[in-house]
């Protein structure tokens, strides 16, 4: 079964950064895209940032030359290095893994990122 492990959330202050992890594991197969996404209270489910397995990158708008999705194949790794954090950003951020093999995406359990002063 596909497990999705996060890891590097926090507290931090307006404009400091933080590291995003996540692993997959459980599968013999590799995740074609991997992703980001963040819910805030009352709010729905949006994506991030996502990186295919070519490294081909998308981001949401507010966060394009803020955040940097990027991934280690290798280790079916995906990291979100978040720079210039802003107050808004405050969510829980889920990680996804899609697998074409397995015809479906699997979600990790979230971390919560608060940006307070």
């Known amino acids: 079964q596909v497990q999705l492990v996060e890891s590097g959330g926090g507290l931090v202050q307006p404009g400091g950064s933080l590291r995003l992890s996540c692993a997959a594991s459980?599968?013999?197969?590799?995740?074609?895209?991997m992703g980001w996404y963040r819910q805030a209270p009352g709010k729905q489910r949006e994506l991030v940032a996502a990186?295919?397995?070519?490294?081909?990158?998308t981001y949401e708008g507010s966060v394009r030359g803020r955040f940097t999705i990027s991934r280690d194949n290798a280790q079916n790794t995906v990291f979100l290095q978040m720079n210039s954090l802003r107050p808004e950003d405050t969510a829980v951020y889920y990680c996804?893994?899609?697998?074409?093999?397995?015809?479906?995406?699997?979600w990790g359990q979230g971390t919560q990122v608060t940006v307070s002063s």
């Open positions: 996804n893994a899609e697998y074409l093999e397995l015809k479906g995406d699997y």
């Open positions: 459980g599968t013999i197969f590799s995740p074609n895209a």
């Open positions: 990186i295919t397995s070519g490294g081909s990158t």
